[in-house]
């Protein structure tokens, strides 16, 4: 495929991206105003569409094929649980995680003993991580002890600096925060080296991010990402930031001079066209393709429509958020599923598919039976909104005072630890062929 080619297929998915027709390339008045109630699903916004003035919830499904992405399926599953000897986790049962790009490819590495890594980031644009947050990691973590692979965890500071107007002194200390919280989730140092970018660029990982933009046309950033003559030059140049991590050479430490290592990359879903760009240059940087496992955003408190999000503090449990503060979110905003009265409830059941306490706990209940009981307890009534809510308060509220526990008991030397690329970490075998 020429450059002409492949910027025109760029410029279409950012239509799509945008939920713009493609139809016209220049998109006209109507197609704006048509925009305004499509789903839109970018690496800045992510919203259900609109239809009636009603916000519809986050369609997966549009997402898997306007992105070419394919579904994890139950023979994947399989697969996946006689390569490891572990039955998938909870994440991987239930659809959270659910789309991927060449998962098997890394299957197929780890039965022929060959190495490879796992690749995740943060933007760290608040003091503290939410809940939202911390669960893809409690995800890394659970792929990184059943692989037992090296984790870089990239804290894009840069680009909260670029993207969301915070200074440089808020961003890094953002990124020194998230440290402490990743850490809090149970990695070690020995296994995970966790980076901001504002201190590590330069070396081999500037190299690499130099011979990515190279590769890479205005045109065709424009193209996936929306981007137009009033965008600063540091966010046009900053999807080579976020590639480099996929690039094992730009971590010596870990790997030496290797470009024979690929990585699998646990994202949100919105994290897509950065990485569909960095698998095409990848080939013409001579590095193996990174994977990707796609996860669903964590809807926000009032519902499927949106996700998550530090920016709405009303939408979001943050994990310094104390138990009465998480009882009180609950409570006050989270969207029910239920009847307007208890005797219709009782009569009518409620629909635990939109009722966000209900969804939290499948995030938590690792019971495939007790989240089937509850669903379907709800859905006959026997089991109230008031109910749901509180098994969800209780269970939230233990998850994340256990988190400040662990957080607490992180010192600066550990902090110091994840962040120093010298740091030993027992994969010497990786830096050799």
Known sequence: MDQKDSSALADTAAKELQGLSVADPAGNASEKQQAKTEQVVTPWDVAGAVVDGVQMNIDYDAIKRSFGIHHIDEALLERFEKVTGHKPHLYLRRGVFFMHRDLEKILDRHEQGKPFY?????????????VGHVLPFVFCKWLQDVFDVPLVVQLTDDEK?????????EVYQNSLNAVREIAAVGFKPEKTFIFSNLDYMGGAFYRNILQFSRQVTFSQVKGTFGFNESTCIGRIHFPGIQAAPAFCSSFPEIFGTRKDIPCLIPC??????????TRDVSVRMKHKKPSLIHGRFLPALQ??????????????????????KIKNKI????????????????????????????????????DDKEIADLADGYRKGEITSGEMKARCIKVLQDFVGAFQERERAITEQDVKNFMDPQFPRPFESLSKK
């Open 118 to 130: 796992l690749y995740t980031g943060r933007g760290p644009s608040s003091g503290h991580m939410h």
């Open 161 to 169: 600096f670029l993207f969301r107007g915070l200074t440089i002194d």
């Open 268 to 277: 949100g879903v919105d994290q897509d066209p950065y990485f569909r760009l």
């Open 303 to 324: 519902g499927t429509g949106s996700k998550m999000g530090s920016s709405i503090p009303s939408s979001a449990i943050f994990m310094d958020d104390t138990a009465a």
């Open 331 to 366: 409570n006050r905003y989270a969207f029910s599923g239920g009847q307007t009265s208890l005797e219709e409830h009782r009569e009518l059941g409620g629909n635990p598919d939109v009722d966000v306490p209900y969804l939290y706990l499948t995030y938590f209940i690792d």
